[in-house]
């Protein structure tokens, strides 16, 4: 599923991010950005120790923000790390740390002269983020990104994991769709 906004192609599709053949791909990583899990544990094996030496070389990342780094062995030519809050019943402003994360992310691929990156759900795996929830504010803090931000951003593509996921975010995306089509 896809929709364009201005220039750029907003996507939804459902597989594994670390075979994505985009500029750069963003990790859902931890703040101290030593690996772990999930899309982390995956893109640090699929990218192999060049990741993990230049992650230690920065040495952490706060909640919201984000870094870049080379994609090692990956088709991607960087991967940009973004730190999603931990789901505390979302009464830590964890909506705003979660947009801040996809925010951040597209300025520093914007910084790096980026023209298509893909995203995970961030914080919706061991972070406990409701998808629903997340799905939202991904997609509107995205969308606001490409409206409202000078870039060259060509495409931004969100790799869905898994089937739930995947149609979460497209009925999301079609209600965005629907509401902005008027506009």
Do not use: W
Request: hydrophobic letters at 40%; a neutral charge; aromatic letters at 6%.
């Amino acid at each position: 599923m896809k929709i364009t906004i201005g220039d750029t192609v907003l996507e939804l599709v459902q597989g594994d991010i670390t075979q994505q053949n985009v500029e750069a791909i963003v990790n859902a990583a931890n703040s101290s950005l030593a690996g772990g899990g999930g899309v982390d544990g995956a893109i640090h094996r699929a990218g192999g120790p060049q990741i993990m030496t230049e992650c230690r070389a920065i040495g952490g990342c706060p909640t919201g923000e984000a870094r870049i780094t080379s994609g090692g062995n990956l088709k991607a030519r960087h991967v940009i790390h973004a730190v999603g809050p931990i789901y505390n019943n979302g009464v830590s402003g964890e909506a705003q740390l979660l947009a801040n994360a996809y925010r951040n992310s597209l300025k520093v691929a914007v910084e790096n002269g980026v023209r298509s990156i893909a995203f995970p759900s961030l914080s919706t795996g061991a972070y406990r983020y409701p998808v629903r929830d997340a799905a939202g504010i991904a997609l509107q803090t995205v969308a606001a990104f490409l409206k409202d931000e000078p870039h060259e951003l060509q495409l931004v593509r969100f790799v869905l994991f898994d089937g739930k996921t995947f149609g979460t975010y497209g009925t999301i995306l079609r209600a965005f769709e629907s509401q902005t089509a008027g506009e």
